[in-house]
């Protein structure tokens, strides 16, 4: 797990640490049918205590058209419910850790379709580097782009025209082309060298078309890609209730 993320959602910027157990909110859904138009396969969500304060999910079925999945928990059955995590398509289960002791939590999956750009390959260092404006690294929508007309899913709808631009010896400046007229949001999705598969790096309100990222080490070398996508319907929403916070032989021994 990256060990800060930049999360972008109606409108506004967080740059946070993220753990494994780091969320941030996002708006409830909206009910709409997913962008390819075919029927999605039921998804069987489990959940499973597999310690005290320690939920793992596990689960089956899935919608070969789908991007990748979202998984998200609430501490209420109607929510509002939270981001843990973007989740590639092949990946099955997700442990949530370190957990509250005696408190109920309430899981869903959804899926999330859209096609990505092409990407992008970025080596750093080096430099010198140019004076970069002093808002590179803000989500914006820049001016002079023509505005999407396709439906997420659909031929044509994903970002095109991305380009990066190291801007100092660990940021990294992107600007693409909004094709899509219904986006929920974009996707800055990475690949560092070595590694097989890309991940979500940032998520960003709809119609966003430029965003810079602080790289991490790893990402030195890596290649980028943007993706516009939509949401698709939740799975069913499973629960399960922590048990309490054991504490560790050391904490006991040194008690008075």
């Known amino acids: 797990m990256r060990a800060r993320k930049a999360w972008v959602l109606m409108g506004l910027v967080l740059v946070v640490p993220v753990a494994a157990a780091c969320a941030v909110p996002r708006p409830e859904p909206s ?43 609430a501490t209420e059955p109607a929510g509002p419910y939270t981001i843990l995590g973007f989740l590639p398509p092949e990946q099955t289960s997700y442990t949530h850790p370190d957990l509250m002791p005696r408190t109920t939590f309430y899981y869903r999956l959804r899926p999330y379709y859209g096609a990505a750009s092409a990407p992008v390959d970025v080596t750093l260092g080096g430099g010198p580097y140019p004076k970069p404006d002093p808002h590179w690294a803000e989500p914006r929508v820049l001016p002079g782009g023509s505005p999407g007309t396709r439906p997420v899913g659909s031929e044509g709808a994903a970002p095109t025209g991305l380009e990066a631009t190291v801007t100092q010896a660990d940021g990294v400046a992107f600007r693409w082309a909004d094709q899509a007229r219904d986006e929920e949001g974009f996707l800055l999705e990475d690949r560092p060298a070595g590694r097989p598969g890309y991940r979500v790096t940032a998520v960003l309100a709809p119609d966003v078309n430029a965003f810079g990222l602080v790289t991490l080490p790893e990402e030195r070398h890596a290649s980028y890609r943007v993706r516009a996508f939509r949401y698709g ?10 048990g309490d916070d054991t504490p560790s032989p050391t904490t006991e021994e040194s008690s008075p």
Not at 43 to 72: F, K, M, N, Y
Not at 233 to 242: C, F, G, L, Y
């Open 233 to 242: 319907p939740p799975s069913d929403v499973v629960q399960r209730t922590t």
């Open 31 to 73: 009910g709409r049918q997913e962008p390819s138009g075919r029927q999605e396969a039921p998804v069987r969500l489990e959940a499973e205590l597999v310690s005290p304060t320690d939920i793992t999910l596990r689960w089956q079925g899935r919608d070969p058209g789908a991007a990748g999945h979202v998984i998200e928990f």
